[in-house]
């Protein structure tokens, strides 16, 4: 694996060794000690020009606990904000020895092109409005493990996915989250099923491949994993829903709506939530709830792309 640009990217196979690798990276979490010589030597940048805390800590994180040297720039941090271009900045960093970078930027394809000019791996930690990989496999690990298809040797098999359900809920036109995780969840056997208001969804959605509808009431009860996504109120400019209160209503997950899930359905969120607006305080701290489980996830998930792009040799 040269580069983790897009979950449309990953076989099942590959997707599949992620999830697998990322069950053995999960015991590291519960130690006193959490450290692994995996990455010794190799050099990781974190690349943030945009906001996060999930995201970026987490990939600080593992790469620290992998051993490897891990540097963090931002915006402010950088030369971009002397005026210095992208492509400049990245092969200023690249020609000093880098071995990863990881890249989050607000352009969407920004990271796949800055990949097309260096010489090292790259990760697409977010850009724009495009994907964001690494979520929607943490997604999925969380999503492995809520179905129980976990073995004594700690690795699932793929079978999990299959005749699975996921409806994928609320502001989907500025959500890069949501067409990884299509990509992913095709790629694993889901069917997955979009929920949203007609002014948030993205243009050609009906050539996702995926089912489309305005009723959430539709398809709750149905659903094995409801996962509602953040009202990204940053990214508006204009009225996309008539107000908060009707967006609950018709989108949210109030405690009425929680309680027509079926027995053993799961509840995501990627982060940060909007508490009230598409998840209530009861869904959200429900007993099935994954939504801690995805962060706890994205350290151990994050660890296994690093190790599959840097744990062999330098060849």
Same mark, same amino acid.
């Given at each position: ?87 400049? @900045?990245?092969?200023? #960093? $690249? &020609? ?11 352009? *969407? !394809? ?23 990989? @690494?979520?929607?496999? #943490? $997604? &999925? ?11 004594? *040797? !700690? ?27 299509? #990509? ?132």
């Amino acid at each position: 694996m040269r580069h983790l640009l897009s979950a449309g990217d990953l076989s099942l196979a590959e997707a599949t060794s992620i999830l697998d690798v990322a069950e053995e990276m999960h015991t590291i979490q519960s130690r006193q000690i959490k450290k692994l010589p995996t990455l010794r030597g190799r050099t990781v940048i974190n690349m943030f020009f945009e906001d996060s805390t999930r995201t970026r800590t987490s990939f600080e994180m593992a790469g620290k606990w992998m051993s490897a040297d891990t540097i963090n720039i931002s915006t402010k941090g950088s030369s971009t904000s002397k005026g210095e271009s992208l492509r400049d @900045t990245m092969l200023t #960093l $690249d &020609a000093m020895g880098t071995d990863c970078f990881v890249i989050r930027h607000g352009s *969407s !394809g920004a990271v796949a092109q800055a990949a097309s000019w260096v010489r090292a791996h790259v990760v697409n930690a977010g850009d724009g409005t495009h994907e964001h990989p @690494t979520q929607a496999l #943490l $997604d &999925a690990f969380a999503m492995r493990r809520h179905f129980g298809t976990v073995d004594e *040797s !700690g690795t699932g098999g793929d079978e999990v996915f299959a005749g699975k359900r996921i409806a994928i809920v609320g502001d989907l036109l500025h959500s890069r989250v949501v067409r990884s995780n299509v #990509l992913l969840q095709r790629t694993l056997g889901s069917s997955v099923t979009l929920v949203a208001p007609p002014t948030l969804l993205p243009t050609g959605v009906e050539q996702w491949g995926v089912g489309v509808t305005s009723d959430l009431d539709e398809v709750i009860e149905g659903a094995d994993v409801v996962m509602m996504l953040r009202v990204q109120r940053e990214r508006m400019h204009g009225g996309f829903f008539p107000t908060e209160r009707e967006y609950t209503e018709l989108y949210g997950l109030p405690p009425q709506r929680l309680a027509r899930l079926k027995p053993g359905a799961a509840i995501c969120h990627p982060g940060p939530m909007n508490r009230g607006l598409e998840i209530s305080s009861e869904a959200a701290d429900a007993a099935n709830s994954l939504i801690l489980e995805q962060v706890t996830a994205g350290v151990s998930v994050r660890m296994s792309v690093l190790y599959h792009l840097l744990g062999g040799s330098p060849e």
